[in-house]
């Protein structure tokens, strides 16, 4: 079992705003990080630490963190953010690293 | 700009051992965590293990008893061993580049691998 839990599935219209959330007790110590993973793809990270985005994503995405909870934001989703998206981090002892169980994003 | 590169066998046997090697290239090998990752078909993703330049090694509980992950410094590769595979070890493995540290003001970590290879798929049928 996953230390990081997801909601398995996300719908949201286009142009609107989603939010994918990521709960675990090591959270509270680590920022997570969020992979965009298209099907037959790699992933590919698109937020890490407190809210940083890697050369060549959208500023739409972004990232925050409250307690254990870290949340993936994207604003005016578009069409092309249909994926699945996971997050990852540590885990409590900070020896091994974690990924949540993933998220679908459909993009209405 | 760092590459990933990565071959390894497709198509095992019960009970064979899987062996994968990831090459680095474009970029230093020193200073981070070199991951091992997989996933089955339809399912998410599972951290393997990860190794650093100096041989020190960290693995998934789960998989402990049978994995061993190896670096090569002097190639920039590192290598996944997988011993006494089962239909359940039949996943895409991808490995990939960590970085972890502190963040400014002290209090909070960050972790995240930030370069994948493309994946290589692991069939285990008898």
């Known amino acids: 079992s996953s230390e990081l839990t997801q909601d398995p599935a996300v719908s949201v219209a286009l142009g609107q705003t989603v939010r994918i959330t990521c709960q675990g007790d090591s959270l509270r110590s680590y920022y997570a990080s969020w992979y965009q993973q298209k099907p037959g793809q790699a992933p590919v990270l698109v937020i890490y630490?407190?809210?940083n985005r890697p050369s060549g994503i959208p500023d739409r995405f972004s990232g925050s963190s409250s307690g254990n909870t870290a949340s993936l934001t994207i604003t005016g989703a578009q069409a092309e953010d249909e994926a699945d998206y996971y997050c990852?981090?540590?885990?409590?002892?900070?020896?091994?690293?974690?990924f949540g169980g993933g998220t679908q994003l459909t993009v209405l | 700009q760092v590459q990933l590169q990565q071959w390894g066998a497709g198509l095992l046997k019960p009970s064979e051992t899987l062996s994968l090697t990831c090459a680095v290239y474009?970029?230093?090998?020193?200073?981070?965590?070199w991951s091992w990752i997989r996933q089955p078909p339809g399912k998410g993703l599972e951290w393997i293990g990860e190794i650093n330049h100096s041989g020190s090694t960290n693995y998934n509980p789960s998989l402990k008893s049978r994995v061993t992950i190896s670096v090569d410094t002097s190639k920039n590769q590192f290598s996944l061993k997988l011993s006494s595979v089962t239909a359940a070890d039949t996943a895409v493995y991808y490995c990939?580049?960590?970085?972890?540290?502190?963040?400014?003001?002290?209090?909070?970590?960050?972790?995240?691998?930030?370069?994948w290879g493309k994946g290589t798929t692991v069939t285990v049928s008898s």
């Open positions: 474009g970029g230093s090998f020193s200073g981070y965590y």
């Open positions: 630490g407190k809210n």
């Open positions: 990852n981090s540590r885990d409590s002892s900070g020896n091994h690293a974690v």
């Open positions: 990939a580049r960590g970085s972890s540290a502190v963040a400014a003001g002290g209090s909070y970590y960050y972790y995240y691998m930030d370069v």
